[in-house]
């Protein structure tokens, strides 16, 4: 099955421009969903489609795709978007979902 | 606003089975298929499954395969998900989610998991 790839880590100034990457062969052909999760809470999402925020996540988050790696940026971190951030797409050949193994976000 | 009410939180031997239980509520126009994603602790998401709308289709995902089965009632409008002969290995945090999808001007079809119940904690210990 397919399999996505995410870096465990990553970490931002307060207020400075963080991209945060998603890399598997399913995305050269599907779109990423992106899903913030802070601590003890259930997933939300942040970004699905090919650039399309739901209503309520800031426009300080935007998404973007090339090749097999999908991306989510964050313009101008806040505090409140340090969480774990998952991305998540089908696999179309055996019509199975995936996560990728999640990124934890730090704002310094 | 449509949401998703699970079942509490269960303590469960290895060896034994778990039922769990999602109900949605709020008004909504159509039935949407559902998804269960689990979290074990300090770990990230694994997608487990979908249900469709009526009941009868499903698809599990292959580490699954042989020991979940989801099932629905539409008139409760309630989804369930039964997991067997559970280990500690179980022990996480299991979410249903509402999938909603839209083809674009591209004819790629996109998929989202919006909303997510508030999780149910599975314990499996001795």
């Known amino acids: 099955s397919s399999e996505l790839t995410q870096d465990p880590a990553v970490s931002v100034a307060l207020g400075q421009t963080v991209k945060i990457t998603c890399q598997g062969d399913s995305l050269r052909s599907d779109y990423a969903t992106w899903y913030q999760q802070k601590s003890g809470q259930a997933p939300v999402v942040v970004m699905y489609?090919?650039?399309n925020r739901p209503s309520g996540i800031p426009g300080r988050f935007s998404g973007s795709s090339s090749g097999n790696t999908a991306s989510l940026t964050i313009t101008g971190a806040q505090a409140e978007d340090e969480a774990d951030y998952y991305c998540?797409?089908?696999?179309?050949?055996?019509?199975?979902?995936?996560f990728g193994g999640g990124t934890k976000l730090f704002v310094l | 606003q449509v949401q998703l009410l699970q079942s509490g939180a269960e303590v469960k031997k290895p060896g034994a089975s778990v039922k769990l239980s999602c109900k949605e509520s709020?008004?909504?126009?159509?039935?949407?298929?559902m998804h269960w994603v689990r979290q074990a602790p300090g770990q990230g998401l694994e997608w487990m499954g979908i249900i469709n709308p009526t009941g009868d289709s499903r698809k599990y995902a292959g580490k699954f395969e042989g020991r979940v089965i989801m099932t629905r009632d539409t008139s409760t409008k309630t989804v369930y998900m039964e997991l067997s002969s559970l280990s500690s290995e179980d022990t996480a945090v299991y979410y249903c989610?509402?999938?909603?999808?839209?083809?674009?001007?591209?004819?790629?079809?996109?998929?989202?998991?919006?909303?997510w119940g508030q999780g149910t904690q599975v314990t499996v210990s001795s």
């Open positions: 998540n797409s089908r696999d179309s050949t055996s019509n199975q979902w995936v």
């Open positions: 489609g090919k650039n």
């Open positions: 989610a509402r999938d909603n999808s839209h083809l674009d001007a591209a004819m790629i079809t996109y998929w989202w998991f919006d909303p």
């Open positions: 709020g008004y909504s126009f159509t039935s949407n298929w």
